[in-house]
């Protein structure tokens, strides 16, 4: 786990080296969905995948995204316009036989490579410049508290939200 460096300072002339003891393959994947919907605040919605999955996979499945997208639609109570990258597992067969199978779910594929259209990588970079910056964790659950902590503080924040929204483009309507 190296951890994130917003800002550091040395010396003019000497390069400034940042000493992490340990090392560790484990990462932590979350998924995320930015919720608006005209007249009520905007909503963040999120999901973090256990590390230790039976499966041995690092990451979401298709069917990780499937109960994302689940828990959204009996939180939001109405039909799902839902915008995404073309990540792979996104487009898995089986989650196209979900979608088709959904009448309440439209979806819309982002180009490729137009990370600035998806107002979840705004969340990211929030989440990189505030709550995990300039910090060494001393392990994974350290990560794990710190990441749902900052996402749990952003829940209530609807203007940053709303911001992450409003960069891609979107113009969310007040309520």
């Not at 989650?95 to 959904?102: G, T, V």
Request: glycine share 8%.
């Amino acid at each position: 786990m190296t951890p994130p460096t917003t800002r550091t300072w040395s010396r003019r002339g000497h390069t400034p080296v940042v000493r992490v003891r340990g090392r560790s393959r484990r990462r932590l994947s979350v998924a995320a969905l930015v919720c608006y919907k005209p007249g009520e605040r905007s909503r963040l919605i999120y999901r973090p995948c256990p590390d230790a999955r039976l499966d041995g996979r690092k990451s979401f499945s298709w069917q990780g995204y499937r109960d994302l997208i689940q828990i959204a639609h009996q939180q939001l109570g109405g039909p799902i316009v839902l915008v995404w990258d073309n990540l792979n597992t996104h487009l898995s067969a089986g989650m196209r036989r979900y979608i088709a199978d959904r009448t309440w779910l439209t979806v819309f594929q982002l180009p490729p490579c137009s990370p600035d259209l998806n107002p979840v990588e705004g969340i990211w970079s929030v989440l990189r410049r505030t709550t995990t910056a300039n910090r060494a964790f001393a392990g994974p659950q350290n990560l794990i508290t710190a990441v749902r902590r900052g996402l749990r503080q952003l829940q209530y924040r609807p203007d940053v939200i709303d911001g992450c929204l409003t960069g891609t483009g979107l113009t969310p309507v007040p309520p």
